[in-house]
């Protein structure tokens, strides 16, 4: 026969109430109590019955991510992790690719095509940093990214200024005093590439280093292209630099590339590194330093607050900022820093 809740709450000799409350991630119980229960169910090897449980609630057990792009390594790393995250509390994933555009960013955000899913992941390139009112939808929503703040709902970012900053500085104390700042949009009033820019500004003050606007290379999309065009055109402008922060990982690699094919030494001569830290960062040569901006974290507290919010939490509207750490590769660590 099935093991039932029932069976669980009999020995751990609780209620089943109190089972159904630890099985549901209720916060507001005594560890003892937890543990009673989490022993009972793995002895017992109680299965819960996510489709029942979703239907006796009227849920459908789906909630939705909207990214902009899924060609995107970092985007393309973040929805795995999202989709692993959603599996540990029994909900699957619905993913929807916006092509960062207004269009597809409304789509994501209609009512009706949100009655599939009980709650929305949502990163809102295409929109406009003040139109926050429109995230102030009548179902559960958990803001991704720096395009939109004081929205009226749940949000999840990173430390980008923080993150930019700490590539800069480090860059600086590897000897480097011409850092390219490539992938920036100064026609962009909010959004990572503005916020990164600014990191990028307040590491080199920290350093001690004046801000020249001719390292500063806009690039839009941020794609391995732009990054070897970047840097070709600095080259081509016979452009003095020894360092290179790229606003992604992604320029980065295209930044690595043509500096490979101009035969530019790497880290010695031009020293580069990047932001996001997707999977590739350790396997290319020389593997790239960069900026992890906490992704499994964005991840783990995104999908704890949308079931948060769908199973019914009504407290005030929360901003968490991920932790982030540089992590440090060969292809901006110089054994010897220039003086």
Same mark, same amino acid.
């Not at 009227?58 to 959603?86: C, K, N, Q, W």
């Not at 035969?263 to 010695?268: D, F, G, Q």
């Not at 974290?297 to 019914?312: K, W």
């Given at each position: ?65 909207? +990214? ?36 597809g960013a409304l789509t ?45 709902? $749940? ?73 070897? $065009? ?11 630099? $020894?360092? +290179?922060?790229?606003?992604n990982d992604s320029l ?24 996001? $830290? ?62």
């Amino acid at each position: 026969m099935a093991v039932t809740m029932r069976d669980v709450a009999d020995r751990a000799g609780v209620s089943v109430k109190t089972v159904s409350n630890v099985l549901n991630g209720y916060r507001y119980l005594r560890p003892e109590t937890r543990e009673r229960v989490e022993a009972a169910i793995a002895e017992l090897g109680y299965r819960l019955n996510v489709s029942a449980s979703h239907l006796r609630k009227g849920r459908t057990g789906m909630i939705g991510l909207a +990214v902009p792009e899924l060609a995107h390594p970092y985007f393309a790393e973040f929805a795995d992790v999202i989709v692993s995250e959603a599996e540990k509390v029994g909900l699957r994933v619905l993913i929807e690719r916006t092509g960062a555009t207004r269009e597809g960013a409304l789509t994501s955000l209609d009512s009706l095509q949100r009655r599939i899913t009980d709650g929305l992941l949502f990163f809102p390139l295409g929109l406009e940093p003040d139109e926050g009112d429109l995230l102030a939808v009548d179902y559960p929503l958990v803001l991704l990214g720096e395009r939109i703040f004081g929205a009226p709902v $749940d949000h999840v970012t990173m430390a980008n200024v923080e993150g930019a900053r700490a590539a800069t500085v480090h860059l600086a104390e590897q000897g480097c005093r011409r850092i390219v700042a490539l992938g920036a949009r100064l026609d962009e009033g909010m959004g990572s590439p503005t916020l990164r820019l600014q990191g990028y500004a307040e590491g080199l003050e920290e350093a001690g280093i004046p801000f020249d606007p001719g390292l500063v290379v806009e690039e839009n999309p941020w794609s391995r292209q732009k990054g070897e $065009d970047g840097i070709a055109q600095l080259l081509d402008a016979g452009v003095d630099f $020894d360092g +290179v922060f790229a606003m992604n990982d992604s320029l980065a690699f295209g930044a690595l590339h043509e500096l490979y094919i101009r035969r530019i030494a790497v880290p010695s001569e031009v020293a580069v590194v990047g932001f996001d $830290d997707v999977e590739d960062a350790r396997f290319h040569e020389p593997a790239l330093s960069s900026i992890a901006p906490g992704t499994a974290q964005i991840a783990r507290e995104a999908v704890r607050m949308l079931v948060e919010r769908i199973g019914g939490d009504d407290q005030p509207p929360r901003l968490l900022v991920a932790d982030f750490e540089l992590r440090v590769r060969g292809s901006s660590l110089r054994s010897t820093p220039t003086p």
